[in-house]
């Protein structure tokens, strides 16, 4: 893939809906007309995403296909005139305010460890790269519909949403990579949480009927078509909580480490572990350890089933698609060891569903989610069908949502 051109950040046009005029309206009564208000309202959104190939690639320097989602973060942004920023949400009443002259001034701001460190982060991520009018303040209320705990990276979405209304509210007419790396900056060095690139990426190139492949070695990436009216995600929750997934999460990556550094010498060419070739590989196998050799297998059989993907979609074969997910689910199963029965009980009877092209574990494994993609108009029956068996293997009932592609990152017209 070719590193593409830089995209400007001028916000696309987004249709309005009940939930969007919802949440302009939350705003209103909330905090109504003021004094201290310097213009109208503006309201914007920023898709949460949902990666369906490409798993435990992205710190290996591999491909990820994300897609972006229906659902995502709200959020109105009105100028106010006394240079005050105030940041609230409609999930709770704790609101922060501040002033922008003092905050910008300040050399070396520290996180507050609340939700709003989100914000501010992306805020002095911007001034890094642009002079911002320490007089223009501004409210900021967020609201949105992504479900919480379900992997669908509510952080990205909502620090891509505050890029988007600040480049507005400035007037700065930034890149969509300039908006990534201060959503980057807001998680790694404010917050942080060294989070992958693969989230925000996700979000700041989201496209109406696309998946994006993002090589995570370059940031190179295209847009790959999904027809979002023939095909939909389904996220199954198994109600497992990832308890090990920390240290299990690091461990694989210290394997991943160990693979590419035994490998290197005779790869000199690669730069990841995802460059190895197979061959290489293949030829060095019994001189690792074997639960590095089968981490090894995983990332190198994983980045060729990604591209192969790709390639399908590009097609329009999104059955071999599906079979590419399926097969990504086994390979997390059997050689990368993060599955689960109950993740693994989705899968099954995912194959086995006539509505169902693919399916895999998604997020870090040891519980959590499954991501499949069906035939639209089908959900409720998969649905219903689905219940049943995890409740007769489980004893209880997963938590299930469908989403379509999302509208892309931009303002909302009001």
């Known amino acids: 893939m070719e590193v593409q051109s830089p995209r400007r950040l001028n916000a696309a046009t987004i249709p309005s809906e009940p939930r969007f005029a919802s949440h302009l309206a939350e705003f209103i009564a909330r905090f ?21 190939m490409g798993a435990h690639l992205d710190y290996n320097g591999g491909p990820v296909m994300p897609m972006a989602i229906d659902r995502g973060t709200f959020l109105v942004l009105r ?8 940041i609230a949400t409609s999930m709770d009443d704790e609101q922060t305010t501040f002033s922008l002259s003092v905050l910008l001034a300040t050399k070396a701001p520290k ?40 992997g669908l990276s509510s952080s ?86 990832r308890k090990l997934a920390k ?19 005779f790869a000199p060419d690669a730069e990841h572990l995802s460059e190895v070739p197979l061959a290489v590989f293949e030829a060095h196998e019994r001189d690792l350890d074997p639960a590095v050799a089968k981490r090894a297998r995983h990332v190198l059989e994983e980045t060729s089933r990604t591209f192969e993907a790709r390639d399908a979609l590009q097609l329009g074969d999104v059955a071999a698609f599906g079979c590419a997910m399926f097969d990504a689910h086994d390979s997390l199963r059997d050689h990368f060891e993060v599955s689960i029965d109950e ?32 035939k639209a108009g089908q959900q409720d029956a998969f649905a219903a069908a689905m219940c049943t068996a995890y409740e007769q293997a489980h004893g209880q009932t997963p938590k299930i949502a469908f989403y379509k592609g999302s509208p892309g990152l931009g303002e909302v017209v009001v």
């Open 343 to 374: 993740l693994n009980t989705i899968v099954e009877f995912a194959k086995s569903h006539d509505a169902v092209l693919g399916g895999r574990l998604t997020g870090a494994g040891f519980g959590g989610c499954v991501a499949v993609i069906l």
């Open 32 to 52: 109504g007309d003021s004094s201290s208000a310097a213009g109208t309202p503006r309201l914007f959104f920023a898709p949460g995403r949902v990666n369906l």
């Open 79 to 86: 100028p106010r005139r006394d240079g005050l920023v105030t």
């Open 156 to 241: 990205a979405s909502v620090s891509l949403v505050t890029a988007v209304a600040l480049n507005a509210h400035f007037g700065l007419d930034m890149s969509v990579d300039q908006a990534i790396d201060a959503a980057l900056f807001a998680e790694r060095e404010f917050v942080g949480v060294m989070c992958g690139i693969m989230d925000p990426f996700a979000v700041g190139f989201a496209s109406p009927g696309h998946l994006l492949l993002l090589n995570c070695k370059d940031r190179s990436w295209q847009h790959v078509g999904l027809d979002g009216e023939k095909y939909m995600v389904g996220i199954i929750d198994t109600l497992v909580r």
């Open 111 to 150: 996180a507050e460890e609340r939700w709003w460190d989100y914000s501010v982060g992306v805020l002095l991520g911007l001034a890094r790269c642009a002079e911002l009018d320490p007089g223009r303040g501004f409210d900021l209320y967020y609201g949105g519909d992504l479900p919480v705990g379900a």
């Open 247 to 265: 240290g299990e999460f690091n461990l694989r990556v210290e394997q991943c480490a160990a693979a590419y550094q035994a490998l290197a010498p």
